[in-house]
DNA sequence: AGTGAAAAACAATGGCG
DNA sequence: CGCCATTGTTTTTCACT
């Protein structure tokens, strides 16, 4: 379901991970476009699902939230119930940023985000160590983050 | 510049996040409050910079962006200079979606998002590697995204 | 494809209970 | 904080090129 994006959409699309909260004659400055045309192109990409929501971005460090950690579980006997069950209790967590299967040594590296030390050392132990599936973890923590933009490049 | 934040707050933190397209009525209605309150409290927040920025999440798939990867890169020798050179090209880097510093056996976690296997090759030997900071590249591949929201989580 | 102007929806303020 | 009224923006639609 791919539409051919032109040099306007990508532009727009672009302006738009950017800064959601331009209004559209803003848009159209920046793009060189009217704000009517910037108002119609942007539907279109909503509607094609190429513009798949908008959101607020929030700042960790004001809500408590000073712990950032990359932990990657491999899976033990490799039931698929319980690696479902695994699945399904990661999605719903909400310190799970991302979760992703990888190709390597690692069955899934999570991202997680919590308030403190403490609040990790819960969620590994209390959380993800007593899943069936779950055979071993290994967390490495975000001493520094240089960049957290998560912008697709746009070629 | 920690605000206290009631409930109110935080529940319009969450629907913004997760939602930032919604109207102050439609706000009002999640959270019950009026509309001319939530438009008060979202100033509010947008000033003391709990919320960030507004942005458009867009659907990688339909970009062509196919390849999700996370790189581990461990420093060599480490001259301040490179390592300054380093973190500098990785923030300018279109296709490096995050980067921290981890504790653990490697330096950085790079995410990256690219077009191909054959732009993840070119990024790692032709842009990574030769950097003189670098001493070791090691990738994984996202072969399944089973949540990617990055919402933070507002107890 | 595009513009510009009118109409409709919305956000932001202020006053009052 | 709710409610209401007002004002100014912004989005969307329409007629037209």
Excluded: W
């Amino acid at each position: 379901m791919s539409i051919a994006l032109d040099g306007y959409d990508v532009k727009l699309l672009a302006a738009l991970q950017e800064n959601a909260a331009l209004t559209n004659a803003e848009l159209g400055e920046v793009i060189n476009l009217s704000a009517s045309q910037v108002s119609r192109r942007r539907q279109k990409l909503e509607e094609t699902g190429i513009i798949r929501r908008y959101r607020a971005s929030l700042d960790p460090e004001s809500l408590g939230l000073t712990v950032t950690a990359f932990v990657g579980v491999t899976l033990g006997a490799h039931s698929k119930e319980n690696a479902r069950k695994f699945r399904n209790m990661v999605k719903a967590m909400p310190e799970v940023q991302e979760a992703h299967t990888l190709t390597g040594d690692v069955d899934y590296m999570l991202k997680i985000v919590v308030r403190d030390l403490k609040a990790l050392s819960h969620v590994i132990n209390d959380e993800l160590l007593p899943q069936e599936a779950v055979h071993n973890v290994r967390s490495s923590i975000a001493m520094d983050t240089l960049k957290d933009d998560n912008l697709l490049p746009l070629v």
